[in-house]
């Protein structure tokens, strides 16, 4: 008798999951009401979603908002579908906005990036997992996490999977966080760039093309990004292809690469374990490298002061991408042997190479690749880069 009253209990308890599963499918206006519900809240308000699978065809707006909540059942229990998206660009715009959190749901298919925020004043993205499903391909947005021109920002316990471009990608913000993330078969990882002020710690950057990018690129309205922290994480196995659309500058980036400081000044590249990253584990390179040309002229295309230390390094016998020119240059020169840290050689006129300091690496080999002498005379000595820089402070 118990056994039988046990199984009926179990039958209706699976019947009302199966009915909030289905709830949210039988509301044919869920698009308008979840629209409607983020054009009239109130500073302060919290908007529940339910547990369930939503459609939408259009991008949800947040605009012009202060302490506003969205909060999911879980990124296992709340899902929102793009995949038959029609109007805009974004699955979830955040724009003019102030303390807003955005929290555990899944998101996923936009034909564009998933969760966008822009000119926000305190954003938290938490326990979300933002997500292109199928086979990584360029026509998947560009980004899964894209804050942009935005000011204290925490993304926490995170998973981007599938972006043509970055999964999670910072641009041009100030005071930011990135931690306890997962990112994979992204085209990029992580990428922070022309952000100054940045933590990136404890994340695990996984089978991507690039593991975890710092960059400053020219032609934008926050010319210099730095004092970017990169700190015990795990990069492993970014060999993937590079499926970014031509004309990216993700595109450029070669796949097997760990971890790469593009023009940035002020990072320190501290206790990460890098692993299994077959072509440049890590990578201190100038924009010039990318051959591309420049025509801002506040642009600095050089990193500087840049300290990688105390990080680990582990990879098999491998064999370099071919198909990147970096890649084939590093099989041509070294066989199935690369260094782990690769610097191009590239600086300004009147600085110092000092200004790169390279300490107390577990089996981190290094070559300064001489881009400027068409990669001839390379050195394997590191000698001239044994120095310490101040350290950044730590994340509390």
């Known amino acids: 008798m118990f056994l039988s009253f046990w199984r009926i209990g179990l ?178 990882g992580i990428e922070i760039e022309n952000t100054t002020n940045a933590w990136v710690w404890s994340n695990t950057a996984r089978d991507n093309a690039g593991g975890i990018l710092v960059f400053d690129l020219p032609d934008l309205p926050k010319k210099r990004g730095g004092r970017v922290l990169v700190w015990k994480n795990e990069v492993v196995h970014n060999n993937h292809r590079n499926f970014a659309p031509k004309g990216n500058i993700v595109a450029n980036v070669p796949p097997g690469t760990g971890i790469m400081v593009l023009a940035t000044r002020e990072v320190e590249v501290a206790e990460n374990a890098l692993r299994n990253n077959r072509t440049a584990s890590t990578a201190i390179v100038s924009y010039h490298l990318s051959r591309l040309p420049i025509q801002d002229t506040a642009y600095v295309p050089y990193p500087s002061e840049v300290y990688v230390h105390h990080n680990t390094y582990c990879t098999s016998k491998r064999k370099p991408t071919w198909k990147h020119r970096l890649g084939f240059l590093l099989w041509w020169k070294f066989g199935r042997r690369p260094p782990h840290i690769l610097y191009d050689g590239l600086t300004a006129p009147g600085t110092s190479e000092e200004r790169l300091c390279i300490q107390h690496n577990e089996n981190g080999s290094y070559a300064n690749l001489n881009a400027a002498q068409n990669f001839k005379q390379i050195s394997r000595h590191v000698a001239p880069h044994d120095c310490s820089l101040p350290l950044l402070p730590r994340p509390e």
């Open 11 to 188: 039958l209706l308890e699976l019947w009302v999951s199966v009915l909030s599963m289905t709830a949210v499918w039988a509301q044919p206006d869920v698009q308008k009401r979840l629209q409607t519900q983020l054009i009239l809240a109130e500073d302060g308000d919290v908007i529940e979603l339910p547990a369930g699978r939503m459609e939408f065809t259009n991008t949800l707006w947040l605009d012009g908002k202060r302490r506003i909540t969205l909060r999911g059942a879980g990124t296992d229990r709340t899902v929102l579908s793009f995949r038959h998206q029609q109007q805009g660009a974004e699955g979830l715009k955040i724009t003019n906005a102030a303390d807003v959190v955005i929290e555990g749901f899944t998101i996923e298919n936009g034909r564009g990036d998933l969760i966008k925020a822009q000119q926000v004043q305190g954003l938290v993205l938490r326990n979300i997992k933002a997500q292109w499903t199928g086979k990584p391909r360029k026509t998947n947005g560009a980004y899964a996490l894209y804050p942009v021109q935005c000011v204290r920002v925490r993304i926490e316990r995170c998973t981007a999977i599938g972006a043509s471009d970055a999964g999670i990608y910072v641009g041009q913000s100030d005071s930011v966080w990135v931690n306890g993330c997962l990112a994979y078969h992204n085209v990029a």
